[in-house]
């Protein structure tokens, strides 16, 4: 999961309780926080942030067997 600090929809401790509760039923749940950042900021428009998060659910993919080279995102 991918959630801005700053996010005004789905606070912070929210997620990490999911997280735990995931946990507890043997899921796997990555939960990666960004600092003063809003809803939605991977979005397209904040493209910094989007070629982060897009390189990062790679990795994740590739961990979990669904992609089996290593990232290779272009995002232009």
Known sequence: MFLGTAD?????ETAKYYQKVME?????????????QPHGFFNYRNFEYYKITVA?????????????????????
């Open 24 to 36: 507890k039923v043997n899921s796997r749940c990555e939960l990666f926080l960004y600092e003063g």
């Open 8 to 12: 005004a929809l789905i606070p912070v």
């Open 56 to 76: 990062e659910t790679d990795r994740f993919l590739q961990s979990i067997g669904y992609l089996n080279r290593e990232p290779a995102v272009e995002i232009k």
